[in-house]
């Protein structure tokens, strides 16, 4: 049985047995049925279960970060799933991009910083990794936070072959972290980086200083 070390779970990958797994859909994104067995808690195996996942890869998130003027980069686009479920569909976010064959979660967060705000960015350090909705999809969003020069941020950026179109803000760590409190950043791979840049922004500036 393998299973993750240091961990209260139980059981690993060879608790589940995958009978078939069927692309239903495919375009942009990617629909796939699961259907599978897995090892209950009481020790049996469960009958088959089936499951719709969606499948768009694995994404590369940037925290662009000035560790001299203490500031953030966001970024604002229209997010059309947000359209029901939040105030706007505009939503101040990371600098992010889905990671291609081949490619680093680095070599994505540089392409992207330059794609999406116009940025260079200097050195990087990891931040954490995380599943976006491990229910319903297998999407893993890997976060990196970058240093950069606010004072070269501006503008209005963006693929016009992506219909790309996003405005670039610079604003205080503080202000940034004020509008998480407040349910302003609420998506979750900015609201998770500007949560551990404020547990970490201090050792962050003396390791950049």
């Known amino acids: 049985m393998l299973k993750p070390d240091n ?30 067995r897995h090892r209950l808690f009481n020790g049996q195996m469960s ?9 768009r890869g694995h994404a590369a998130v940037l925290l662009p970060f000035d560790p001299v003027r203490d500031e953030v980069v966001l970024i604002e686009q229209i997010r059309i799933a947000a359209y029901d479920t939040s105030e706007t ?15 680093s979660v680095e070599d ?3 392409r992207e910083a330059i794609e999406e705000a116009g940025l260079i960015v200097k ?62 950043i609420d998506n979750a791979a900015s609201v998770i980086a500007l949560q551990w840049l404020q547990l970490h922004h201090q050792a962050l500036k003396n390791e950049w200083a």
């Open 123 to 184: 050195r990087t350090k990891p931040v954490l990794s995380f599943l976006a909705s491990p229910g319903g999809t297998s999407e893993r969003s890997s976060i990196m936070v970058g240093e950069v020069d606010a004072t070269t941020a501006s503008g209005i950026h963006g693929l016009a072959d992506e219909n790309e179109d996003i405005r670039v803000h610079v604003v205080s760590r503080e202000q940034a972290y004020q509008w998480v409190e407040e349910g302003k």
């Open 47 to 55: 009958h088959e279960v089936r499951r719709e996942i969606f499948e």
């Open 89 to 103: 569909p505009w939503l101040l976010e990371m600098v992010a991009g889905m990671i291609e064959e081949g490619e």
């Open 108 to 110: 994505v967060a540089r």
């Open 7 to 36: 961990l209260p779970v139980t059981f690993g990958k060879n608790d589940v047995e995958i009978i078939a797994r069927e692309t239903l859909y495919r375009g942009f994104f990617s629909l796939d049925l699961y259907r599978f």
